[in-house]
């Protein structure tokens, strides 16, 4: 059928010509998708202000014999005020979104990465905690393939004397084995939390100097699995 109908989440934006845009999706049932939104940019538009990044949307679409599609209707389902009314916030969110803008494939139904990033942006939206992001971004890598070994050297085997990290190894590395980024026993007990059962408890945590090094840490393993610098990640660096 060549209208349809979805629910999706707004990843990116790009301008159009002199009124329009091209709006990139993560949907429900049918992948990312890109889509044409015709004359958002002019004042007056019936849904342009709706269709912003994080905004999450009942939408209908218009299957082009191309690239693209066409946004036909827009409903509201959650714009996620605390998100856009808060810079830093707002930031952290566009981390989310871009990191699932890598993995998620042109029209490749993902259900489970779509939910994902629901949770994320609902998480992010009712507490900002020191590992909120982090928690998202290693529990996309992992979901992805790219889960690490956390409790024990991931060449050698050895339980003991983990000094540091690197995901293209598999995850900790002993001081034998060592390369990558110098880990502390405590972030590496951190990750275990996250990627085993753990998290509501590891969410709980406070900001500090582990805090730091988890988020740390996983910003440098997507950005190793993604083979590319984060926008979001260095504008939230410089602001």
């Known amino acids: ?9 707004v990843l990116r934006t790009y301008k159009l010509g002199e009124a329009d845009r091209i709006i990139s ?15 958002v940019r002019k004042t007056g538009s019936r849904f342009g202000a709706r269709l912003e990044p994080t905004a999450h949307l009942s939408l209908q679409l218009f299957e082009g014999r191309g690239e693209l599609e066409t ?5 509201t389902v959650d714009r996620f005020p605390t998100l856009r ?12 979104l871009e990191a699932v803008d890598q993995f998620s494939r042109e029209r490749e139904p993902d259900t489970r990465l779509y939910q994902m990033l629901l949770g994320g942006l609902r998480t992010l939206a009712a507490d900002d905690g020191p590992l909120v992001v982090a928690a998202f971004l290693w529990k996309l890598l992992a979901y992805e393939g790219f889960s690490p070994v956390v409790d024990a050297c991931a060449r050698c085997g050895t339980p ?9 190894e598999g995850g900790a590395l002993c001081r034998s084995c060592r390369r990558g980024v110098r880990v502390s026993p405590e972030a590496l007990g951190v990750l275990a939390l996250i990627l085993g059962g753990g998290l509501n408890q590891a969410l709980a ?14 910003t440098v393993s997507l950005e190793h699995a993604v083979e590319r610098r984060l926008r ?3 504008v939230l660096e410089q602001g």
Do not use: C, N, W
């Open 1 to 9: 059928m060549p209208l349809y109908r979805d629910h999706g989440i």
């Open 25 to 39: 999706f993560i949907t429900r049932d049918h992948g990312k998708v890109r889509a044409v939104a015709k004359g």
């Open 71 to 75: 946004v036909t209707q827009v409903e």
């Open 85 to 96: 009314g808060d810079y830093e916030r707002y930031g952290h969110a566009t981390v989310l």
């Open 160 to 168: 003991d004397d983990l000094v540091s990290f690197e995901l293209g």
């Open 205 to 218: 945590l406070e900001p500090s100097s582990v805090t730091v090094e988890v988020d740390h840490l996983a």
């Open 232 to 234: 979001s990640v260095a």
